[in-house]
């Protein structure tokens, strides 16, 4: 009975965003804020939905932040695309679990992306071409905070508000606001199911001069299973992004409006110390490391492009 319930509540919140779709949404805003964080779940190929989770639970699911114990900090930065980008990200989880409580955890998070290399140009009357003014920067930048319960001590449930600004550079630039939910539940002792739905409100983003756009939904259900064995820990993720953009040829699959990426991932562990990680990233080969000594994890995080330069994607953490 607790199975189907699970289902219908996962089933209710995959609906809302199909039903919550604006005429007026724009292709690939929410793109900036897609890339992912943190070493562990890069490294596993972005299946993360579903775990292994750390501080980053905040960004990816927000049910996982119940999974946690303590106060717990997490800290990425990276060069993304060799150095392209600057991709900060950093994360406070404290999870309560003496609490009698619906909310068990609460959390925070800050992300950005960004650079520099606008070039401003304006117009030489006499040479008749355009001559290069100034050089201005751009960024990204989100900041949200997120709930985390249980209905009826079965299903992990949470909740994201998120705060945008975008600064697209020169004189332009945009304030939004959006939310996230998410949802776990063990159908096995051994294998939890996971959903996420970014941007659930199909997030609102307006611009200097009146233009404004939205960000679409993304639903987003995983699955992880692991196994121990003597003194190793397997562990295996699937997730999938459902997009409704419509943008076809951009994803591994589609049909109409809607569009499928995949994300899978594996993790082996040796006494929940020292890690080994490999996955697949929308079809992109990912790797990575990890460890985990005296409260103090370090995770590294190697993400494949065949026509941009790779990634190496840094995070620490500490609980206390």
Same mark, same amino acid.
């Given at each position: 009975?607790? +199975?189907?319930? @699970?289902?219908?509540?996962?089933?209710?919140?995959? %609906?809302?965003?199909? %039903? @919550?779709?604006?005429?007026?949404? @724009?292709?690939?805003?929410?793109?900036?804020?897609?890339?992912?964080? /943190?070493?562990?779940?890069? @490294?596993?190929?972005?299946?993360?939905?579903?775990?292994?989770?750390?501080?980053?639970?905040?960004?990816? $699911?927000?049910?996982?932040? $119940?999974?946690?114990?303590?106060?717990? %900090?997490?800290?990425?930065?990276?060069?993304?695309?060799?150095?392209?980008? $600057?991709?900060?990200?950093?994360? +406070?989880?404290? $999870?309560?679990? =003496?609490?009698?409580?619906?909310?068990?955890?609460?959390? #925070?998070?800050?992300?950005?992306?960004?650079? *520099?290399?606008?070039?401003?140009? /304006?117009?030489?009357?006499?040479?008749?071409?355009?001559?290069?003014?100034?050089?201005?920067?751009?960024?990204?930048?989100?900041?949200? *905070?997120?709930?985390?319960?249980?209905?009826?001590?079965?299903?992990?449930?949470?909740?994201?508000?998120?705060?945008? !600004?975008?600064?697209?550079? *020169?004189?332009?630039? *945009?304030? /939004?606001?959006?939310? =996230?939910?998410?949802?776990?539940?063990?159908?096995?002792?051994?294998?939890?199911?996971?959903?996420?739905?970014?941007?659930?409100?199909?997030? !609102?983003?307006?611009?200097?001069?009146? +233009?404004?756009?939205?960000?679409?939904?993304?639903?987003?259900?995983?699955?992880?299973?692991?196994?121990?064995?003597?003194? #190793?820990?397997?562990?295996?993720?699937?997730?999938?992004?459902?997009?409704?953009?419509?943008?076809?040829?951009?994803?591994?699959?589609?049909?109409?409006?809607?569009?499928? =990426?995949?994300?899978?991932?594996?993790?082996?562990? !040796?006494?929940?110390?020292?890690?080994?990680?490999?996955?697949? &990233?929308?079809?992109?080969?990912?790797?990575?490391?990890?460890? &985990?000594?005296?409260?103090?994890?370090? =995770? %590294?995080?190697?993400?494949?492009?065949?026509?941009?330069?790779?990634? #190496?994607?840094?995070?620490?953490? +500490?609980?206390?």
């Amino acid at each position: 009975m607790i +199975y189907y319930k @699970a289902m219908r509540y996962l089933l209710i919140i995959l %609906l809302i965003p199909i %039903l @919550a779709i604006p005429g007026w949404t @724009a292709k690939y805003a929410g793109e900036p804020f897609s890339l992912g964080v /943190g070493g562990r779940p890069l @490294a596993m190929g972005g299946a993360a939905i579903a775990g292994p989770f750390d501080a980053s639970a905040v960004y990816w $699911n927000p049910a996982g932040m $119940n999974y946690l114990t303590g106060h717990n %900090l997490l800290a990425m930065h990276a060069e993304t695309f060799g150095s392209l980008l $600057n991709h900060d990200f950093i994360a +406070y989880v404290r $999870n309560r679990r =003496d609490t009698a409580e619906f909310i068990q955890a609460y959390g #925070f998070y800050f992300y950005y992306l960004g650079g *520099g290399g606008i070039k401003l140009t /304006g117009w030489d009357p006499i040479r008749q071409r355009p001559y290069v003014v100034a050089e201005a920067s751009h960024g990204d930048y989100l900041l949200a *905070g997120a709930i985390s319960g249980k209905i009826k001590d079965k299903i992990d449930v949470g909740v994201t508000a998120k705060i945008i !600004y975008r600064d697209v550079g *020169g004189a332009v630039d *945009g304030w /939004g606001l959006t939310a =996230d939910v998410g949802a776990l539940y063990d159908i096995l002792p051994k294998v939890r199911l996971g959903l996420a739905v970014t941007d659930i409100t199909s997030g !609102y983003i307006r611009y200097t001069g009146g +233009y404004s756009e939205s960000i679409l939904p993304t639903v987003r259900p995983s699955l992880l299973a692991h196994h121990v064995i003597d003194q #190793f820990t397997v562990r295996l993720a699937m997730a999938g992004d459902i997009k409704f953009e419509g943008i076809r040829a951009a994803a591994q699959f589609w049909s109409g409006e809607v569009s499928l =990426d995949t994300h899978f991932g594996a993790e082996v562990s !040796y006494r929940e110390k020292v890690f080994g990680r490999a996955g697949f &990233d929308i079809g992109k080969f990912t790797a990575g490391v990890g460890m &985990d000594i005296r409260r103090i994890t370090l =995770d %590294l995080a190697y993400l494949h492009h065949s026509q941009l330069d790779e990634t #190496f994607r840094v995070s620490a953490g +500490y609980r206390f």
